[in-house]
């Protein structure tokens, strides 16, 4: 019975590894960029704000999170980051959002163990006595299984 319930944990746990988890303290933004330009020597990067690309996101904690990012990753670079109130010589246009789920469906079988039998009876003079119960494989169990998976969508402008 350990193994059956060890078995069907290993499948929970690996039926849900392609979703992101919610807990995680310290999200991760990947991305790809490819970029070909040629800079003066004496190029001076430029001032930049981080502005929403929605209004309605603007005082979120997520975007405020995200921004923090975004900032220590392009002050790396050598630009500064500044409000937007100050008038920045830049506007990074900032988005995010889901791609509001994928259902997803999987179907597996596990093996199937129970009660197949009893061992005999006993008689003596007194009574009939059942022996005792057989435990065993007895086939295999389809089972399906419907999570849905989001995925983060990230667009800068």
Known sequence: MKFFFLLLSLLSLISISGCQSLAEKNPVLKGE????????SDFKPPTIAIVPWHQSQKGSLEFKNYAAIL??????????VIDHSKK???????????????E??????????????????????WAMYPGLPMYGYRGYQT?????TCIQDIFILI
């Open 71 to 80: 900032k220590d990753r392009i002050e790396k670079l050598g630009f500064t």
């Open 33 to 40: 960029l490819t970029v070909f330009h040629e800079l003066p």
């Open 143 to 147: 089972r399906t299984n419907k999570y």
């Open 88 to 102: 920045p010589e830049l506007l990074l246009f900032f988005d995010y959002g889901d791609d509001m789920g994928k």
């Open 104 to 125: 997803m469906t999987e179907t597996y079988t596990v093996p199937d163990f129970g009660m197949i039998g009893y061992s005999g009876y006993s008689l003596n003079s």
